[in-house]
């Protein structure tokens, strides 16, 4: 089993870039597969990006070449890195981990789950 704990969300301005984190304590970071999801408010949870153990990502088209999921493992932490973003990225941003190998796009593949962090971008 796995905690996973998200930081780094905040208030910023479109085009502006920003960090999240995501500590994991618990069991063998190494061996899960991190995915990152974000909920706006009254929609549906939707997958952002997902890093395998092994290293494989996968990204959403709406953050390709803007968003850049990467993990140290040594540090049991995973990263979203988030540029140009834009109002539509406003959305509390959850990271999740799952046992399963290779990258994971669907929230149902996650078995462990953050409380989430909140991230506004302003026009």
């Known amino acids: 089993q796995v905690q996973l704990v998200e930081s780094g969300g905040g208030l910023v301005q479109a085009g502006d870039s920003l960090r999240l984190s995501c500590a994991a304590f618990g069991r063998s970071f190494n061996m899960y597969t991190i995915g990152w999801f974000r909920q706006a408010s009254g929609k549906e949870r939707e997958f952002v990006a997902t890093?395998?153990?092994?290293?494989?990502?996968r990204y959403a088209d709406s953050v390709k070449d803007r968003f850049t999921i990467s993990r140290d493992n040594p540090k049991n932490t995973a990263y979203l890195e988030m540029t140009s973003l834009k109002p539509e990225d406003t959305a509390n941003y959850y990271c999740?981990?799952?046992?399963?190998?290779?990258?994971?796009?669907?929230?149902?593949?996650?078995?462990?789950w953050g409380q989430g962090t909140q991230v506004t971008v302003s026009s």
């Open positions: 999740a981990g799952t046992s399963k190998p290779g990258p994971a796009s669907r929230s149902d593949e996650y078995a462990y």
């Open positions: 890093i395998s153990w092994s290293g494989p990502k």
